[in-house]
């Protein structure tokens, strides 16, 4: 089955920087998009970044200007660059990957999600 972990999460403080990574491994044909989702105390899980397979980005308002993210095809890794972190950034968050599985009869993608890590953006 396929898997998606996670790295890069941790404490840090306000204006400081992160580098989250996710990588897919599995039966894994192609990846068609991936992406990185957060989810605070109180809040809803909301959309951060994603990059399809074509290499068009989507951000959330919050989070332009400040994040990058980026595909690295060769190893089924999506990298999200956090830079001017702030407190309202603390959350945990999850990588998303809409994949299509090899050898499969049906090439449908299927989505899947990572179990997430640990921002905490504090003084």
């Known amino acids: 089955q396929v898997r998606l972990v996670e790295s890069g999460g941790g404490l840090v403080q306000p204006g400081w920087s992160l580098r989250l990574s996710c990588s897919a491994s599995?039966?894994?044909?192609?990846?068609?998009?991936m992406g990185w989702y957060r989810h605070a105390p109180g809040k809803q899980r909301e959309l951060v970044a994603s990059v399809t397979i074509s290499n068009s980005t989507n951000y959330a308002d919050s989070v332009k200007g400040r994040f990058t993210i980026s595909r690295v095809n060769a190893k089924n890794t999506v990298a999200l660059q956090m830079s001017s972190l702030k407190p309202e950034d603390t959350a945990v968050y999850y990588c998303?990957?809409?994949?299509?599985?090899?050898?499969?009869?049906?090439?449908?993608?299927?989505?899947?999600w990572g179990q997430g890590t640990q921002v905490t953006v504090s003084s």
């Open positions: 998303k990957a809409d994949i299509i599985q090899g050898h499969s009869a049906v090439v449908i993608p299927m989505s899947y």
């Open positions: 599995g039966s894994i044909f192609s990846i068609i998009g």
